[in-house]
Nanobody, 123 residues
Framework: QVQLVEAGGGVVQAGGSLRLSCAAS????????MGWFRQAPGKERVFVVG????????YYADSVKGRFTISRDNAENTVYLQMNSLKPEDTAVYYC????????????????WGQGTQVTVSS
């Protein structure tokens, strides 16, 4: 059974930083692309960033480029999201997602989702 468990959310002032983590179960983590999505109140869930199986390729939404950084540790089955220069509009529930594909692009499909972690940025 695939499990994704996010951690690291919280409340931070605008301009601050948070680091999210996502622990994944299973033996195939190191072959799979991973991603982060977010859902703000009253809005649809949207893609934030993705990373390929090795960590050598990433794909960012324009809204977070230059502020957020995704990384992964395949030995620990964990993917991270470092969020800097946070803005109130970054407030959302952040979800970790897992793909059965290895590479990342705008067309990568994600099949499994975590429960989410709340990030609140105060102005």
């Amino acid at each position: 059974q695939v499990q994704l468990v996010e951690a690291g959310g919280g409340v931070v002032q605008a301009g601050g930083s948070l680091r999210l983590s996502c622990a994944a179960s299973g033996r195939t983590f190191s072959t799979e692309a991973m991603g982060w999505f977010r859902q703000a109140p009253g809005k649809e869930r949207v893609f934030v960033v993705g990373i390929n199986w090795s960590g050598s390729s990433t794909y960012y939404a324009d809204s977070v480029k230059g502020r957020f950084t995704i990384s992964r540790d395949n030995a620990e089955n964990t993917v991270y999201l470092q969020m800097n220069s946070l803005k109130p509009e970054d407030t959302a529930v952040y979800y970790c997602a897992r793909s059965s594909y290895s590479n990342i692009s705008s067309r990568t499909r994600f099949d499994y989702w975590g429960q989410g972690t709340q990030v609140t940025v105060s102005s």
